[in-house]
């Protein structure tokens, strides 16, 4: 019992110990781009996905399967398709396929820092280029550097959004982008100058394009102009359901791999209780393997206590000096033993001299020393006292007959 106090107060100062630690430390963010619906980090799109999902009006779904597998199964019928990841890469058929999803009517929105495929940005004609920034990790405590964003459209034409240069730092390179003849129409500008937002006509629907996917992350969605801009340029989606795939981002089995184990080897406060709790078990295991009841007594097989009964009696006998009486018993015991192995009854039979030839044909002996053998134990039974020489040689004597 004082043992398993001590273990309990040596649990409860440890837990306390590690708490005390743990709060002194500084809230660390990861400052990497995923993009992920369920990542709470300033570059997930988690607040994106929970408003989304309470504001659309005409509902708003998740997945993680390509345009293909969605155009297959119907899933786009009658919805719009929004794309939010770091590098649009597919194949020359995924564009067909996502082509002709927008010629018979419907609508994509696609968010990418790059268009590594080639097959889109060949037949749209236009290509992306970058601005140098710091890393906003870097300058959480110096001065950002801010771009001024502005809507094209006649209606929004006036209004501005201050946003940190780290956010909208991409800027479309377009060949031909404000011509008829490709129908593409800017959407959005920075600094007035650099490109950051397009549409383009294609058939009875629209694609539009963006370059700056980190705009549509936490950090982003939670800055107060980057709000406004974020929800004027999904207008472009409205009146339809909206679908969004995570499958050129974080691919088809995304959703299929974050096991429990997973997501608290992520976390370092949950690494943490993992950690403390494969410990302490391994500990009780520990202290708790000692054996608990008393060890089994192991039971002997009684000992053959004849051989002592043997000689408790013979010393009986010897302590008396009765040398008569164990020649009477010693002679009874080699009766019946002839009696049994040779069917002759000694002490009943007349001891004549057909008696000594048949005892003399079982036994080897000649009927003159069983003759002298009978005669001397004649006396010996008439006698009172015999000594121990005698009483050994009349005993030699009958055990030399077998």
């Known amino acids: 019992m004082k043992n398993r106090i001590i273990y ?6 440890l837990i306390v110990f590690l708490y005390w630690l743990n709060s002194k430390q500084s809230i660390d963010y990861v400052w990497q781009a995923t993009y992920d619906t369920e990542d709470k980090q300033p570059y997930g799109a988690y607040v994106l996905d929970k408003l989304l999902t309470a504001s659309w009006e005409k509902g708003y779904t998740h997945c993680y399967k390509s345009i293909s597998d969605l155009k297959e199964e119907g899933s786009l019928d009658g919805k719009n398709l929004l794309i939010i990841t770091s590098m649009f890469k597919t194949t020359e058929s995924e564009i067909d396929t996502l082509l002709e999803y927008i010629r018979e009517g419907g609508m994509a929105f696609i968010a990418a820092r790059h268009f590594s495929d080639g097959y889109l940005s060949e037949r749209l004609k236009f290509s992306t280029g970058y601005e140098p920034f710091a890393d906003i990790s870097i300058l959480s ?3 950002q550097k801010y771009n001024i964003l502005c809507l094209c459209t006649p209606e929004l034409s006036k209004e501005v959004y201050k946003m940190p240069t780290v956010l909208c730092s991409g800027f479309f390179t377009c060949h031909s982008v404000d011509t008829i003849k490709n129908h593409a129409f800017i959407v959005a500008k920075s600094n007035n100058t650099e490109v950051i937002m397009l549409r383009y006509q294609i058939g009875k629907g629209s694609l539009l394009l963006s370059c700056n996917p980190m705009i549509y992350t ?23 359901p909206l679908i969004r795939t995570e499958y050129y981002h ?12 997973r997501y608290l080897l992520s976390k370092p406060p ?45 010393g009986l006998y010897i302590q008396k000096n009765n040398n008569a009486d164990i020649v009477l018993k010693k002679q009874i015991y080699w009766a019946d033993n002839l009696k049994r192995n040779y069917g002759i009854d000694i002490i009943n039979e007349h001891h004549d001299d057909e008696f000594y030839k048949r005892l003399s044909s079982k036994t080897g002996k000649t009927a003159d020393e069983l003759s002298k053998l009978f005669r001397y134990l004649d006396c010996i039974n008439q006698s009172t006292y015999v000594s121990d020489a005698q009483m050994m ?6 055990n030399a007959i077998k």
Do not use: C
Request: aromatic share 10%; hydrophobic share 45%.
């Open 218 to 240: 936490n950090y982003g969605i939670l800055y107060d102009t980057a709000n406004r801009f974020i929800w004027n340029s999904l207008s472009y989606l409205q009146g339809k």
């Open 393 to 398: 040689e009349i005993i030699t004597q009958m």
């Open 141 to 143: 405590n110096k001065k």
């Open 8 to 13: 309990i107060i040596f649990l409860l100062l």
């Open 270 to 314: 949950l690494r943490w209780a993992l950690n403390i709790t494969i410990i302490t078990l391994l500990l009780f295991m520990l202290f708790t393997a000692k054996r608990k009841q008393k060890a089994i007594p192991v039971v002997r097989p009684p000992r053959n206590k004849m051989l002592d009964f043997v000689h408790s009696i013979a």
């Open 250 to 261: 974080a691919g088809s089995n995304a959703k299929e791999s974050k096991s429990p184990l």
